[in-house]
């Protein structure tokens, strides 16, 4: 009987045991399963196996030289179908990142890694990229295919302008000459928001290797758009200033004035020398005062735009010629001719008073017609020498009147 008390007492024993090593063992296995990665959402999910108090997920790039300038921690999020998930937009996964989901289950801490590597041949992937906005409403990307790009690889370019919305592929892309794909060009943008975010993802197809993505943090819109040149550019002078006036240009989102920012290139044509270009912020309206002494015949204005926050510079305006303005000249001309006119008319009077007042002071004395004096004056006389007449031809012939008397 003893023995069959031990027997049974043994069995509890060991039963218990058993008990303890199996929980032990569950509380030792992670209550995180299913975690997989979606790259082009940039999304982390998860399932849990049992309860759990507190929860975080991280991010962190393989290359350690690289720090990100966003936040790296999120607070995990459940869908109706009780998968976790953390979403990190800005995080770049082209280079490789680690993942990890760090919660407390049963007032232990359990930790679960995800690896994530960009599988395909070193070089291979696009690079260079990038893209700009212009005419409003356009829009261009370009990329260079890499350093060891096999011949046949054929890249493909996704975009997409919110993490909750579906990738679209490009429509028209650019080829070069061999025919590789290196930019895409899109022909309607749609209406824009001042929120827009652009994402892109670049990867390739080949049948000699695996090609790896290239991805990025999400473009903002208004610092992607390349301004067309300022309109409507004028010059005017007001004797003291040459007075420069434009407008700006057509633009994509609605932004103040003050976040335009312009450079004025003025110039002497011909000259050797540069002078350094002035910068300025928008205003309303844009104004630049020039001092008629800081002006040549041959100075030239020419303008450009950017926004404050990039470096995507316009296309410089026409270049105009300062020197004197067109209905300046025009009027001044006016002015040149009415001034010599009265000059003129000026000296005229002048004249006129000037010979009127010197035929008062200096009278003339009348005198008489040399046709009438002559009349008067009596033949010259000839002396007869020796009572003989002059010969023939010595004086002017007379006319000789013969009177006969009648009887």
Same mark, same amino acid.
């Given at each position: 009987?003893?023995?069959?008390?031990?027997?049974?007492?043994?069995?509890?024993?060991?039963?218990?045991?058993?008990?303890?090593?199996?929980?032990?063992?569950?509380?030792?296995?992670?209550?995180?399963?299913?975690?997989?990665?979606?790259?082009?959402? $940039?999304?982390?999910?998860?399932?849990?196996?049992?309860?759990?108090?507190?929860?975080?997920?991280?991010?962190?790039?393989?290359?350690?030289?690289?720090?990100?300038?966003?936040?790296? $921690?999120?607070?995990?999020?459940?869908?109706?179908?009780?998968?976790?998930?953390?979403?990190?937009?800005?995080?770049?996964?082209?280079?490789?990142?680690?993942?990890?989901?760090?919660?407390?289950?049963?007032?232990?801490?359990?930790?679960?890694?995800?690896?994530?590597?960009?599988?395909?041949?070193?070089?291979?992937? %696009?690079?260079?990229?990038?893209?700009?906005?212009?005419?409003?409403?356009?829009?261009?990307?370009?990329?260079?295919?890499?350093?060891? %790009?096999?011949?046949?690889?054929?890249?493909?370019?996704?975009?997409?302008?919110?993490?909750?919305?579906?990738?679209?592929?490009?429509?028209?892309?650019?080829?070069?000459?061999?025919?590789?794909?290196?930019?895409?060009?899109?022909?309607?943008?749609?209406?824009?928001?001042?929120?827009?975010?652009?994402?892109?993802?670049?990867?390739?197809?080949?049948?000699?290797?695996?090609?790896?993505?290239?991805?990025?943090?999400?473009?903002?819109?208004?610092?992607?758009?390349?301004?067309?040149?300022?309109?409507?550019?004028?010059?005017?002078?007001? $004797?003291?200033?040459?007075?420069?006036?434009?407008?700006?240009?057509?633009?994509?989102?609605?932004?103040?004035?003050?976040?335009?920012?312009?450079?004025?290139?003025?110039?002497?044509?011909?000259? %050797?020398?540069?002078?350094?270009?002035?910068?300025?912020?928008?205003?309303?309206?844009?104004?630049?005062?020039?001092?008629?002494?800081?002006?040549?015949?041959?100075?030239?204005?020419?303008?450009?735009?950017?926004?404050?926050?990039?470096?995507? #510079?316009?296309? #410089?305006?026409?270049?105009?010629?300062?020197?004197?303005?067109?209905?300046?000249?025009?009027?001044?001309?006016?002015?040149?001719?009415?001034?010599?006119?009265?000059?003129? %008319?000026?000296?005229?009077?002048?004249?006129?008073?000037?010979?009127?007042?010197?035929?008062?002071?200096?009278?003339?004395?009348?005198?008489?017609?040399?046709?009438?004096?002559?009349?008067?004056?009596? @033949?010259?006389?000839?002396?007869?020498?020796?009572? $003989?007449? @002059?010969?023939?031809?010595?004086?002017?012939?007379?006319?000789?009147?013969?009177?006969?008397?009648?009887?």
């Amino acid at each position: 009987m003893a023995t069959i008390l031990d027997l049974v007492s043994f069995l509890v024993l060991l039963n218990s045991a058993f008990r303890g090593q199996a929980q032990l063992a569950q509380e030792n296995i992670s209550p995180i399963t299913n975690m997989q990665l979606d790259p082009r959402k $940039r999304m982390l999910t998860w399932n849990y196996i049992r309860n759990v108090s507190q929860q975080e997920c991280t991010y962190s790039p393989l290359n350690s030289s690289i720090m990100p300038n966003f936040t790296t $921690r999120q607070i995990p999020r459940v869908r109706e179908d009780n998968t976790y998930f953390c979403i990190f937009p800005n995080c770049v996964l082209h280079r490789g990142a680690q993942l990890t989901v760090n919660v407390t289950c049963d007032g232990i801490v359990s930790q679960e890694f995800l690896l994530f590597e960009n599988r395909g041949r070193e070089g291979s992937g %696009a690079v260079n990229f990038s893209c700009f906005i212009y005419n409003v409403r356009l829009m261009n990307c370009s990329w260079v295919p890499g350093p060891r %790009a096999p011949a046949d690889v054929r890249y493909q370019l996704f975009w997409w302008t919110s993490l909750d919305k579906d990738e679209v592929e490009c429509v028209h892309y650019i080829m070069d000459p061999t025919g590789t794909r290196v930019g895409c060009h899109f022909d309607q943008l749609g209406e824009p928001q001042n929120m827009d975010n652009y994402f892109f993802l670049v990867n390739g197809t080949s049948n000699e290797t695996a090609i790896p993505f290239l991805d990025f943090v999400p473009f903002e819109a208004r610092k992607m758009e390349k301004y067309d040149p300022p309109i409507n550019i004028t010059i005017s002078y007001n $004797r003291s200033h040459h007075i420069i006036q434009w407008e700006n240009p057509e633009i994509r989102y609605e932004l103040s004035s003050h976040v335009l920012y312009y450079e004025l290139d003025i110039q002497r044509a011909g000259s %050797a020398s540069k002078t350094n270009p002035v910068f300025q912020r928008g205003q309303d309206p844009n104004v630049y005062l020039m001092p008629r002494s800081a002006v040549r015949p041959d100075t030239t204005f020419r303008v450009r735009v950017r926004y404050l926050h990039n470096e995507l #510079w316009s296309e #410089w305006s026409p270049t105009l010629r300062l020197g004197l303005p067109q209905q300046d000249f025009r009027r001044v001309l006016v002015e040149v001719v009415v001034a010599a006119t009265a000059v003129l %008319a000026l000296v005229l009077m002048c004249l006129c008073k000037w010979f009127s007042v010197r035929s008062r002071l200096f009278p003339r004395i009348p005198q008489v017609k040399k046709e009438i004096t002559g009349t008067f004056m009596p @033949p010259p006389e000839v002396a007869w020498e020796g009572g $003989r007449p @002059p010969p023939l031809g010595s004086q002017e012939p007379e006319d000789v009147l013969m009177v006969e008397e009648m009887s």
